[in-house]
């Protein structure tokens, strides 16, 4: 019962829904941490080609993918430190944030800047994902003591 | 190696665990990548006084330090029994323990 | 004068205790065989009793667990009823190398015998009793091996 | 007289009511109890100690085998060297703790009032270090965990006794409390989520270990780790796993919810170290 009422507080906040539905396979494969390293990685590529996928034909997304074009990679960096700083105060970060954020400085150094900014931008996404998610759970979080 | 050797309804029962790598020869070592040379226990055997009371020929497919567990009689408390056991590079331990 | 001898003589023979004690390993041990190194069940057997067929027999009792907690550390307990056993081996057939131990039971050894093993992955773990006459007996059971996972 | 009798009981009934709505630790653990006696009937809480094991007859018989001779005795041999090596300056550990050390961690972690600080085993360990003039131990594996094994073996079948001695330890209480319960990481999940609202139930190989009892088996030796941790390296790995970033070992986040964590188990024997997957 706990549990039902949980997950349809949260259906009532389309954004994080779009991320759970999103995530719901690797959920169940949170357990298939057979060579840790080499699947999350795996998969944060696979979520960000999804992620920019779904982003690139939904509503107003549209215009973030075309916006990255324009800003200054250097802009893009302030972006992600800021973000970080921010996120960092709440203590929600996700683990694959950093990932990206590596691959993105590798994709920046080797000239590829517009992949850079994919992950330069998606590190952006999951700092502000995360703190909406910390604010979630400040408000929410008694829904899952049992009664 | 250690060994439990206890005295329990007229018989012997006999628990061991050795220490022991036992590297099949098929990993890799995680820092250098290179292949860890096969080093596993062959043969382990239980003597009781001169008389062979257990004799275990090992694969690569054994545990990471071994455990091993029988039961024999006709020793009693107080008797001692020898174990040794010897790897495919030669490596050997010898111990004794005595029946509780 | 005599202390010397004395002393001479028993360097003499504790070096002999020794040197004794140091052999013994090498000689009694030669009988571990190349069975253990076939990667096919057929040649593990023949290695090991130079025959494949063997009896299913209801009077061994395997035990395996149906999961593997950790397929690096099975347990797995073998005893069996019947009579004069002369060997307990354990194959495990889609191992690299199948046959993972053999156990040789002595006169009043009980047929009881526990040891824990590695699988790579789900397979049928096999049971053979050897008796003294060289008939085999067998039972076999499937154990899952999974591999990761969050340990719950 | 009669106004001021009723004037009391009015201000004692909204003195209730503001309680009550404000949790009390003490209701806390009797709603879990319920919770989980009612989700396994015909366990007994004192069982649930076995976590995954008094679930699963399968996976209990290959524990039971494993612990005819367990492979954490190595760590509690090392652990009660390191424990009665005495320090360079002659004094040793048993002279930090009470009892000398001997079977006192069903009282951890408990609140330091003076520093106003929720304290670890781990950490009493490394404070009795650096009082003697040593240098601290790196937490959740290694020597301090083969510490705590022997510390914790000392204290086996002791009730565990968790206490909370002021407000601020109530707000540590809290602090742990309000974690348990928070969805995080990029797979959105509480600890809840999987050890309360699905405990018993599996995912593919595992069995989702209940809260109640699950921290009674620490420091624990995994067969993953193939050595022994502690419950903070536990939380470390946990948190990965549902792509949170962890938090550092013995931070104030680990330890307050080290802290409401043991303190939900009071009552419950401590059974460790124990073996887990």
Redesign the interface.
Known sequence: MVQELGNNIMTKNNLLRLVFLLLLPFIISACSDKDNETETKAETVKIINQQNKIESNTGNQVETIKKTDEILIEDLMQQVAEAEREANKFGFVWSTTDDIIKKAYAEAKLGNENEAKILFHEAVMQFNLSIEQAKYATQNWKQLVPE | MKVKAKFENNKVEVKLLVKHPMDTGLQKDKNNGDIIPAKYIQELTCMHGEKLVFLANFGRAVSKDPYLAFTFSGAKVGDTLSLKWIDNLGEHEETEVVIK | MIERRNLLKGILGMTAVLTA?LII?KI??A???KA??ANTTEKAMTGMFNKTETTKSDKIYL?V??????G????V?ISTDIPNVKTISIV?LK???P????????E???T????????FETMDVQAIVETQDGTLYSVQKEV?V??????? | MKGRIYLTLAIASCLTVATSTFADPVSDNATIRSYFAEKFPDIALEDLVDGAYALDKDSKEQWLQIEEFPPYEEAIDKGKKLFTTPFANGKDYASCFDNGGIGIKQNFPYFDTDKNQVVTLELAVNDCRVQNGEVPLSYGKGAIAYITSYMASTSRGQPINVTIPNDAAKAAYEDGKQFFYSRRGQLNMACATCHMASAGNRLRADILSPALGQVSHFPAYRFKWEDVGTIQRRYEGCNTQIRAKPFKLQSVEYRNLEYFHTYMSNGLPINGPGTRK
């Open positions: 004690a390993p009694a041990f009988q571990w065989s253990f190194d035990k667990p149906e999961i593997a907690e950790n690096a550390v099975v347990p307990n495990a191992n690299p190398q046959l993972a131990c053999s156990f040789t039971i002595p009043g050894t009980d009881d015998v526990s040891i824990r093993i590695r699988l899952k999974t591999i990761g996972g969050c340990g719950g």
